[in-house]
């Protein structure tokens, strides 16, 4: 009788191998195959991709390292969570050959690895194409290899694959796509004047507005218009002054404004530019420059351009403001719907704030520091619901008043002009100059308020839970009763000095360079 072979054996001819030995000599043979299955094997590599990405200084590369690490954390919470009790079936491979090929200690969601690239490459490619074709030959090559070598059934290979993609599109859901084009806005009733080589312009730039500032900002800025006046703010400086200082020159000179810096420096500088009725270049030069964006400023050049060539549009400004200052400045014979007065000499602080971008009471302020403190290791959306469950469980509601109507809220949130998507993270505005707030309210008072809240921003049904009231409007009326309101305003925080506001707009209160190919309001 024939002695039965053990599973384990090596067949063999001869002293030639046959062809599995071979071939996983062959596999472990080759330098780079075993690199490349390693390297990708694990989702830091991704992560560390997406880090590279985020230090590039493109605001679209950054877009799209957070949403390639976000897709990466939905294929991992998927794997740990859901697919590896049921995924123990068995690998070809592996199973006929177990000394060669060792059983993991730990099952997998099948063809993980790729899961986990697809996913990162899809989601890059949704926000950069550019960026998406210089990380698509490593994840097509990982593909090539397990498939090749029979590391994974075919099936398993494909769908990886297509885990991985559908989980980069879910997280449009929660984020979607930012378009490219800027917001619109139309042009001034008097143009702006055209500044050769900057002469005529006074700009302001501060260095200590995040990530997008290097030093040679001010170089480069004196490369692009050798004519201009740029002052640096320095520690101990007023930045205000600093602002109605170069206003005023720009005035006397028949020219503009400049400002070099992130939102909260554009923020001041707009309304200091309001007010003196001056023209106003905004540089992208801070962390994450949304105003910029969403004006079409994406690079300094495109902002010298705008300037030298005098293309310029205007665009609407958010304010609030206590009504007994509104009534006083009414008194001292400020022109109606226009910033100033005795309190507010730059359009911040004392009776009135300004804002470009956003204006919010409650937890939306701790809930952006929250969030931004872990999107760049693990996307936008998943730390928006890590840091909004840590906030609900610590918060406290606030008891106010809106047109006359008690409410408990959780926070309010306005923005200059309307936001997308809709929902509890809004990113961007298709228009400068709508002559709208969108406000936007979550509601403290309904039955499982925490729970319903949470829940929905996790399924991305916010925008149809009733937990969120949503209005547009030209004017909110606001009273807070108990609890400790912060204002949050174009990326500053502040403690409220009152607790009776008015929230309406300044129509078309600044005039703002851009290049003119930007311009979408002529289609």
């Not at 006929?96 to 993980?112: H, I, K």
């Not at 520690?235 to 020159?249: E, I, Q, S, T, W």
């Not at 959780?410 to 709508?434: C, E, K, M, S, V």
């Amino acid at each position: 009788m024939r002695r039965p072979e053990r599973l384990w054996a090596i067949p063999r001819l001869g002293n030639r191998p046959t062809a599995p030995l071979a071939m996983s000599r062959s596999v472990r043979g080759s330098s780079v195959a075993s690199l490349l299955r390693k390297v990708a094997g694990h989702d830091g590599v991704w992560l560390g991709t997406a880090a590279v990405l985020a230090m590039s200084g493109d605001r679209s590369a950054r877009r799209a390292a957070l949403r390639g690490a976000g897709s990466v954390a939905i294929v991992a919470a998927v794997n740990h969570a859901l697919a590896k009790p049921a995924a123990r079936s068995a690998r070809p491979v592996r199973d006929a050959f177990p000394r060669v090929f060792p059983r993991p200690n730990t099952a997998s969601l099948p063809s993980s690895s790729l899961a986990s690239a697809a996913a990162f490459v899809t989601g890059v490619v949704l926000e950069s194409p550019r960026s998406g074709l210089a990380v698509l030959p490593f994840a097509a090559g990982l593909a090539y290899v397990r498939g090749r070598e029979g590391l994974d059934h075919r099936g398993r290979v494909a769908a990886g694959v297509m885990v991985g993609m559908g989980a980069a599109l879910l997280t449009c859901r929660w984020w979607p796509v930012k378009p490219e084009a800027a917001a619109a806005a139309a042009p001034p009733r008097r143009p702006a004047p055209a500044l050769k080589d900057g002469n005529g312009l006074h700009l302001v730039v501060n260095p200590s507005s995040g990530i997008g500032w290097t030093k040679d900002t001010v170089e480069t800025l004196r490369t692009l218009l050798p004519e201009a006046t740029i002052t640096a703010f320095e520690p101990g400086d007023d930045l205000l002054a600093l602002l109605d200082g170069a206003a005023l020159r720009a005035v006397a000179d028949g020219g503009a404004l400049g400002v070099c810096g992130g939102d909260g420096t554009v923020n001041a500088g707009t309304a200091t530019a309001a007010r003196h009725r001056v023209p106003l270049a905004v540089f992208p030069g801070g962390t994450f420059n949304h105003f910029a964006v969403d004006l079409g400023n994406q690079t300094m050049e495109d902002v010298a351009r705008a300037i030298q060539a005098g293309d310029a549009v205007t665009a609407d400004v958010g304010r609030a403001s206590s009504p007994a200052g509104r009534d006083a400045q009414a008194e001292a014979g400020t022109p109606s719907g226009w910033p100033g007065g005795a309190t507010a000499s730059a359009g911040t602080g004392g009776d009135q704030q300004l804002f470009v971008n956003t204006f919010s009471i409650g937890v939306y302020s701790e809930l952006v520091h929250a969030r931004e403190r872990l999107e760049k290791r693990i996307g936008k959306w998943p730390a928006l619901a890590v840091g909004l469950a840590k906030i609900l469980a610590t918060g406290s509601p606030l008891s106010v008043v809106i047109n006359g109507r008690a409410r408990s809220i959780w926070l309010l949130f306005a923005g200059n002009g309307i936001y997308h998507p809709a929902g509890f993270a809004p990113t961007y505005r298709t228009q400068l100059d709508d002559g709208f707030l969108d406000i936007r309210v979550v509601e403290a008072g309904t039955p499982l308020a925490r729970t319903r809240l949470l829940l929905a921003v996790l399924t991305g049904t916010l925008h149809n839970s009733r937990v969120l009231r949503t209005a547009q409007a030209r004017r909110l009326d606001l009273q807070i009763l108990e609890g400790e309101p912060h204002f949050a305003y174009d990326g500053e925080v502040t403690d409220a000095a009152y607790r009776h506001l008015v929230l309406d707009k300044l129509p078309k209160a600044v005039t703002l360079y851009r290049p003119a190919d930007q311009d979408q309001w002529l289609h």
